[in-house]
């Protein structure tokens, strides 16, 4: 088996922009971010040219003979990705809420990792999405002030948007109109009723 001493630098050196890394340890995946995280992750990733270390199907032969298995001789091609695929590893954990370590800490490799976030979040965010648009549709102003409650409102409509469901116009329009007091739906009654009968006026006086 080959010395690691022989190969360890240049996996290491391959980590062009490690600035990139460190920096994005302040922004860590948690439950609502993971569209913007992983957009962001796959960037850094990009950089540093270890996409293939996503894919399972990009893994370099690791041993080139049976002999070499028989007697734990990795190929160097197998030992200098193994050293990149556990930077990227450590960095993927780091920057991670302390919440998610224990959804991935029995993976071994980078792929797996990635391929364990995906399928949660894939699941997760459906549910999410349904719970944060059941929650638009039971808030109200009640005693607040209409900022208080637009900023209630923003708040969901932000969360539906970092989670690749962002609101339409018309259905933030619709959102914030429905939890608002009776006063708001009476004046809201009343300048339909004003339109429509400006429409009805219009129309008999064009015959």
């Known amino acids: 088996m080959e010395p ?3 190969f360890t630098t240049n996996a290491q050196i391959s980590m062009t922009n490690q600035n990139a890394f460190a920096v994005f340890f302040t922004n860590k995946l948690n439950e609502n971010n993971f569209k913007a995280w992983k957009k962001q992750a796959l960037a850094c990733i990009k950089i540093n040219k270890l996409q293939n270390h996503l894919n399972p199907a990009k893994i ?4 080139n003979s049976e002999s070499d298995r028989i007697n734990e ?4 091609e197998y030992a200098e990705w193994e050293v990149q ?3 990227l590893v450590a960095w993927l954990i780091a920057s991670m809420e302390p919440s998610f370590v224990n959804r991935v800490i029995e993976c071994e490799y980078a792929f797996q990792i990635w391929i364990t976030l995906e399928e949660y979040f894939t699941a997760r965010v459906k549910t999410r999405i349904k719970q944060l648009k059941t929650q638009l549709r039971t808030l109200k102003k009640h005693n607040s002030i ?3 409650y637009r900023s ?7 969360l539906l948007k970092a989670l690749g469901a962002p609101l339409s116009r018309e259905e933030f329009i619709e959102a914030t109109l429905a939890g608002l007091g009776e006063e708001y739906n009476i004046l809201s009654l009343l300048q339909q009723q004003e339109s429509t009968t400006s429409v009805k006026a219009s129309l008999k006086h064009s015959f």
């Not at 370099?60 to 041993?63: E, G, R, S, V």
């Not at 001789?73 to 160097?76: L, V």
């Not at 209630?152 to 932000?158: G, L």
């Open 4 to 6: 690691a001493s022989q």
């Open 60 to 63: 370099p032969t690791k041993f």
């Open 73 to 76: 001789n990795e190929s160097q």
């Open 85 to 87: 695929d556990q930077w």
């Open 146 to 148: 209409v900022m208080e």
């Open 152 to 158: 209630k409102i923003n708040q969901v409509a932000d």
